[in-house]
């Protein structure tokens, strides 16, 4: 056990702790602000404070960010060691580690500076390019894991004998399923008016091909499926799956929920994955909208639902979160952001969802992701060869912390065809490097 220290035990300081010493390093701890307890205490121990106790101790300097409430604004003072960021330096210190580590850690997993003013998208969400992480090019940097490692690193060094769990690379694969095909499925008044479009734009191509679909002469496009599970089958690693329920809509445009095909492979997939709720665009701005397609998808399932993932990936901090915990959702895997790869909050293991209006950890999972297929191909404007130095760069940074690598892609990117054509090679190259490497942990 791990002995921490502290003169003051504040909810900031015990989730912090919790998630370092628990979430991200497997260890069992426990907070004390009994001195004189923590001075006898034999084994290893954190000394968060002000002044060093005792020489055999880990000592983090205390900043006193963590005995704060709300939030203001503010930029962390930042140095480097090396390529790392150190936020809350210590002038001079002479400390085992020279910075507020904890109060470093509290303020990227909070996502702090997403409830302050700042610039939003088109859609409403805080924008990459606006993040400390990117203004200070640590975007691409599990940060938080490398701090937990450092932590790992001292204290080891102080107690040898120590015996610290094995925890090692894990890959989970997610997929958004958007519209989950392109012409099955569809009512007759929007395969109409599909067919109409392809002539008013002189695309034959995709005239004939809604055609051979509907009947039955040709596999539907965005139908990538039975390639996912035959995934899953050879590898062992049960993927998530989001389904988008909302009503039809400028920027939700699924089948109707009712429709029989997509009723057939929500149930299909559910038996060899997890399935979660893709909520919709309409859903963060219409009450009730969000219970309303909880409850379709649920209906489908014969089971409640406990995972989501936000369409367009629209997260406003901390309402989108607040929403689904009033629904009873126990993890989410929308952090990230569209238009960057990389580490939003700056952590690659998923951790508990900390409200900063009401200063309390919550019960929500956090499940970060690194990578969008979209972000590659759209945002970054790479091709399928040239995405994979950036791909294997990511998986690189994940094994180095022993953390998880979090992909999300579409069934649609899998057809291998029109603007997609050779992306299903480069995911299957990625797919398979990360499962070499999470199968090699295990060992």
Not at 12 to 20: N, T
Not at 137 to 166: C, D, T, W
Not at 413 to 421: H, K, Q, T, Y
Request: proline share 5%; aromatic share 14%.
């Amino acid at each position: 056990m791990i002995l921490v220290y502290t003169p003051k035990i504040a909810n900031r300081i015990k989730y912090v702790v919790s998630l370092m010493l628990g979430n991200v390093l497997g260890l069992e701890w426990r907070l004390t602000n009994d001195k004189d307890e923590f001075v006898s205490f034999r084994g290893p121990k954190i000394n968060y404070s002000k002044s060093s106790l005792k020489k055999d101790e880990l000592h983090i300097p205390a900043n006193g960010f963590l005995l704060e409430r709300g939030v203001h604004y503010f930029l962390p003072e930042t140095v480097h060691r090396g390529k790392l960021p150190l936020l809350f330096p210590v002038p001079k210190a002479k400390h085992d580690i020279p910075f507020d580590l904890f109060a470093a850690t509290f303020y990227l997993v909070s996502r702090y500076e997403e409830y302050l003013p700042h610039k939003k998208d088109v859609h409403g969400r805080f924008e990459a390019s606006e993040s400390f992480a990117y203004k200070n090019n640590f975007l691409n940097q599990a940060v938080v894991n490398h701090y937990a490692e450092m932590i790992k690193s001292l204290l080891k060094k102080k107690h040898p004998g120590y015996r610290f769990p094995s925890k090692g690379f894990s890959f989970i694969p997610t997929y958004d399923i958007d519209i989950a095909f392109a012409y099955k499925g569809r009512s007759l008044f929007r395969n109409v008016l599909g067919m109409l479009r392809s002539i008013g734009n002189i695309d034959y191509r995709s005239l004939l091909q809604r055609c051979r679909v509907l009947l039955g002469q040709e596999k539907d496009p965005f139908d990538t499926y039975d390639e996912q599970l035959s995934l899953y089958k050879k590898s062992g690693i049960k993927a998530y799956y989001f389904f988008l329920c909302g009503d039809y809509g400028p920027y939700d445009k699924n089948l109707a929920f009712f429709s029989r095909e997509l009723f057939t492979v929500i149930k299909k997939l559910g038996d060899y994955a997890h399935i979660g709720i893709h909520p919709s665009y309409r859903s963060n701005e219409e009450e009730g909208m969000l219970k309303t397609e909880l409850t379709r998808l649920s209906g489908i399932l014969k089971y409640d639902v406990q995972c989501s993932r936000q369409h367009y990936l629209r997260l406003s901090m901390p309402h989108t979160y607040q929403n689904l915990l009033k629904h009873d959702i126990t993890c989410d895997f929308t952090m990230g952001y569209a238009s960057q790869p990389g580490f939003r909050a700056s952590i690659c293991s998923p951790y508990p969802f900390y409200d900063l209006e009401t200063e309390k950890e919550t019960p929500l999972t956090i499940v970060p992701f690194a990578l969008m297929d979209g972000t590659l191909r759209d945002y970054l404007r790479l091709t399928p060869e040239g995405s994979m130095p950036v791909i294997d760069e990511l998986i690189r940074e994940v094994e180095r912390v022993n953390g998880t690598f979090v992909t999300l892609w579409h069934n649609d990117s899998l057809g291998d065809a029109g603007e997609w054509r050779g992306w299903k090679e480069t995911y299957l190259k990625m797919y398979w490097m990360a499962t070499e490497k999470a199968s090699k942990a295990k060992k």
